[in-house]
């Protein structure tokens, strides 16, 4: 299947001149990377992003993202933009996330009313409005991608209390004061607390849909049950797509599997919401019978 990829950029700038402390830095930057990746797959499931850290510039401490998205070019998205427009789509939607965070700190919105196709107008308790991409309210929806927004106000506030950052994109920027992060260091009420449980386990899948050219996900038996996993081992992914692995009717492969699932408000597992990603993969190609004899 032909493949489109797309690209964007965007950059954090924070406050307190040009030194950061170093895990400080590491801590806000890995949190920029899952925030971002999870605003992928809830735009795309299908698509592959990688992130690349483009330039650090001197003054405030600014740090360059560069988002690179591969995406099957006969599909349209979701949020109803074609595949070469997904990064964009991407950093827009994390802006808007941005904007959301700063208007309503650690409250509850007043109102969420739809404007033009694939927007939303959100009021906060003082009768503030902002216009918004429809998808930049996983920030209100998903208590995840909340908790990465806090993460990262709070990396800027251990920073500098007294900064802030600004968020720079194609599309403009978001300033945030000092004042601002104060409030976006805590999170929104809820009336239904969604956790996730994470399970990181070993365990052999046989291949029942590879893809030989691009990043999207692959169809593997686990166990008997037919399943869907990103493949998160970029190395191995690169030996695949270069011809360094063969694989041909039967193989499957050992690797480090994670199982993420949503849990309702006492702990219940919701079935539909279950992801599968392949960490690492420990064992190359071989068939299920060198498996059992290895077991």
Avoid at 1 to 21: C, L, R
Avoid at 46 to 64: C, H, P, W, Y
Avoid at 213 to 237: C, N, P, Q, V, Y
Wanted: proline share 3%; glycine share 6%.
């Amino acid at each position: 299947m032909e493949m489109t990829k797309s690209s964007a950029q965007f950059s954090f700038s924070f406050g307190g001149g040009s030194e950061i402390e170093a895990t400080l830095l590491a801590r806000i930057i890995n949190d920029t990377v899952e925030l971002t990746k999870a605003i992928s797959h809830e735009v795309e499931p299908e698509a592959f992003l990688k992130m690349n850290i483009t330039t650090f510039r001197a003054g405030s401490f600014d740090v360059e993202f560069s988002a690179v998205c591969e995406q099957a070019n006969t599909l349209k998205l979701a949020v109803g933009v074609l595949a070469f427009q997904l990064a964009p789509t991407i950093v827009n939607t994390l802006k808007g996330i941005l904007e959301i965070k700063k208007l309503l700190k650690d409250t509850s919105a007043k109102s969420i009313t739809p404007a033009q196709e694939g927007f939303v107008d959100i009021e906060n308790n003082s009768g503030q409005v902002i216009n918004a991409p429809k998808a930049s309210l996983l920030v209100v929806e998903n208590f995840k991608v909340e908790q990465l927004v806090v993460n990262i106000s709070s990396g800027a506030m251990d920073h500098d209390s007294q900064g802030g950052f600004t968020f720079r994109s194609d599309e403009g920027e978001v300033v945030c004061t000092a004042e601002d992060i104060l409030g976006m260091c805590s999170v929104m009420p809820r009336s239904e607390t969604v956790s996730l449980k994470s399970n990181v386990f070993e365990t052999y899948l046989q291949i029942k849909k590879p893809d030989f050219i691009g990043s999207s996900m692959w169809e593997f038996l686990h166990m008997g049950k037919a399943i869907r996993a990103s493949i998160d081992d970029e190395e191995w992914l690169d030996r695949v797509h270069s011809g360094q692995v063969s694989i041909k009717a039967g193989d499957g492969i050992t690797v480090l599997l994670e199982v993420r699932i949503d849990l309702d408000t006492d702990g219940t597992p919701k079935e539909d919401t279950v992801r599968y990603f392949v960490q690492k993969v420990l064992r190359d190609v071989h068939p299920l019978e060198d498996q059992i004899r290895l077991s």
